[in-house]
């Protein structure tokens, strides 16, 4: 536990004006996010020796655990940070200094000319970073990980360090590279033509569907308030009739239908809940509820509308006798004994989508657990050097967050299917071989995003055929987006394991996942359903691309006599999820031809029903 921090601005300039000071406020920063927990001091000193050895130690001696200095490392002759540090070090500890350097290196040669130093004094972490805010903040992410434990070794908090060893103990012996087959060495050597033929769509639509008859069925109990958007394994009968009794419709008198209009005694009040007593004879009635049962001889009820009061008792608690004002008709307002749901009928047939009707309709007659198809297990795998965890307080340069994992996660959880996550594998084939083992012995159906494309850094085909003896059924697909969309099944542990590797670029993963996976897992769970596909009408002209292609596209209904009309969302361009965002429809649109490059506003096109369709609240 880091309880607190000072930081240190060394610098002439912003020690006269602390508006110029960038690099400790991103430190603060970096503390306040990291160590919400610590207490925090921050100073501003010249580039003075003793000024600087005089702070260095105040902190040190006050107990504070970890000292930041930034500024006055470099090379000019008032640079003098490095010295005053070094004097009140009690131990060096240059390897913090020397990680710092290479990865500084990384960005630029200029991290030569850095002379921080980082040690500790007493019980006291001291590291010096260099002044520029740029630097600062790529060189704090670099000793990141080491701060915590570092000040639990020198505080002594042995329950902290136990933690910290046990897991780099587990890490090491569980490592994170398999033996691979892809060789990436000889860079020069890879082939400059996709080796992998060119599908038309309903090619590889046909391929996913026969490939995916080998998925074995398997069936599950689910408690019904579970099974919302399963597929029913069985023909499910109604044990019960509902109603169960004949059941009044209205708030009324029950009633001889025979006795016509006239006065009636009040013979009994049944509520809904009561068992009626004594049967009905003629000139009687009695008063009941919506959903009451009748007592027996009453054949149909008067609602309370259609009769007056005659007598009442005296205290006005008890109706005595009423006259019945419409003559009734036999079973009029009465829900006979199954009227609803007879005994023995099929309330849910095998192969049923459940849904919350259903839920209720089996809630109602007595069951709470149904014998479903069971879903395949579903991972989720993002692929690529350049993500982070979309959590991370800060990006690495030349980095971007993981938005594929979770926009895949929820895009299948909107059509009914779980997942589990499968982390994110690096681009090195050890590493991705490693990864993709670990997500085949968790999962039935493995989606991956990204590494599918001619980049030699794009592995995920090479690996599954060289380390997995995978059987690639298709590599690329001629469709906009998702080109390079890969399918391929391999044998792991004597199980067949479906993979999706789909194209990185968001909007590609989006698109592919809605097509090819969502299809492929509704066969999975005997899902007859396809997407609806309607005719849309174009709001504006549209250039088509060579490739046919699915664009994201909103409905609007201005005429309820016409079709509807598709709006595109905005920049089609691969990479652009915001072009997905709101969208209910993808577009079919046809490659273009020298005779057909675009389509006029108002053209009409087919469109794929992929969303919900809610319209703006006027
Ligand atoms: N020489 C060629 N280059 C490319 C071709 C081609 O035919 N020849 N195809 C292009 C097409 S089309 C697509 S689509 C992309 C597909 O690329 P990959 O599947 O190999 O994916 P990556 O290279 O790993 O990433 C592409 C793009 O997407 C970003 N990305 C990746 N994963 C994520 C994620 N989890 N979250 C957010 N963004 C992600 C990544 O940073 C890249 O910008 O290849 C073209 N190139
Ligand atoms: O096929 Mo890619 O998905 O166009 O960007
Ligand atoms: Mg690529």
Known sequence: MVKAVAIITVSDSCFKDNSKDTSGPALLKFIEQHFPEANIHTIIVPDEKEIIERELKYFCDSHIDLVLTTGGTGLSPRDVTPEATKAVLHKEVPAIAVAMTIASLKKTPMAMLSRAVAGIRDRTLIINFPGSKKAVTECIEVVKPILGHGISLITNNLANVRIVHDKLQSDHTCSHMRNTNVDISKVALRPRQSPFPMLEMVEAFNIVDAVMMQWVERTETVSIEDSAGCVVAQDIIAREPMPPFPASVKDGYACLSLDGVGKRRVQAVVAAGDTPLSPLTRGQCARVNTGAPLPLGADCVVQVEDTKLIQASA????????????????????????????????????????????????????????????????????????????????????????????????????????????????????????????????????????????????????????????????????????????????????????????????????????????????????????????????????????????????????????????????????????????????????????????????????????????????
């Not at 609803?340 to 839920?359: M, Q």
């Not at 979309?390 to 993981?402: M, Q």
């Not at 592919?512 to 492929?520: G, K, P």
């Not at 699915?550 to 915001?578: H, K, M, W």
Request: aromatic share 4%; with cysteine.
């Open 315 to 618: 205290d006005n608690q008890t109706e005595l006798e009423v006259e019945i004002l419409v003559a009734p008709k036999p079973h009029q307002d009465v829900r006979p004994i199954g009227f609803d749901i007879p005994l023995g009928s099929l309330l849910v047939e095998k192969g049923d989508v459940i849904d919350a009707a259903k839920i209720g309709i089996l809630a109602g007659a007595g069951y709470q657990e149904i014998t479903v198809v069971e879903h395949p297990k579903v991972g989720i795998m993002s692929t690529g050097n350049e993500l982070q965890e979309p959590s991370d307080s800060f990006l690495r340069p030349s980095h971007i967050r993981d938005s594929n994992r979770i926009m895949i996660k929820s895009l299948l959880k909107e059509h009914g299917f779980e997942s589990i996550d499968c982390g994110i594998a690096r681009d090195h084939p050890g590493e991705l071989s490693h990864a993709l083992e670990n997500a085949l012995a968790v999962c039935d159906v493995l989606v991956c995003t990204g590494g599918v494309s001619m980049g030699e850094r794009d592995l995920l085909k090479p690996v599954l055929i060289k380390d997995f003896n995978a059987t690639v059924h298709f590599g690329r697909v001629r469709m906009k987006p998702g080109k390079p969309s890969t399918f391929a099944t391999c044998k792991y542990e004597g199980r067949t394991k479906f993979i999706f590797a789909l194209p990185g670029n968001p909007v590609s993963a989006y698109v592919c996942c809605l097509l090819l996976v969502v299809r492929a897992l509704r066969q999975c769970t005997r899902y007859s359903g396809e997407w609806a596909r309607l005719g849309v009408k174009l709001a504006r002209d549209i250039t088509l691309d060579p490739r046919p292609e699915y664009a994201r596209a909103q409905l609007s209904f201005p005429d309820i006599q016409d079709l509807p009309v598709a709006t595109l969302l905005g920049n089609q361009c691969s990479s652009r999820l915001l072009s997905a965002c709101g969208a209910n429809v993808l577009l079919e649109l046809p490659g273009a031809t020298p005779e057909c490059p675009m389509l006029p506003a108002g053209s009409v096109v087919p469109a794929l029903l992929t969303g919900r369709i809610d319209l703006p609240r006027l």
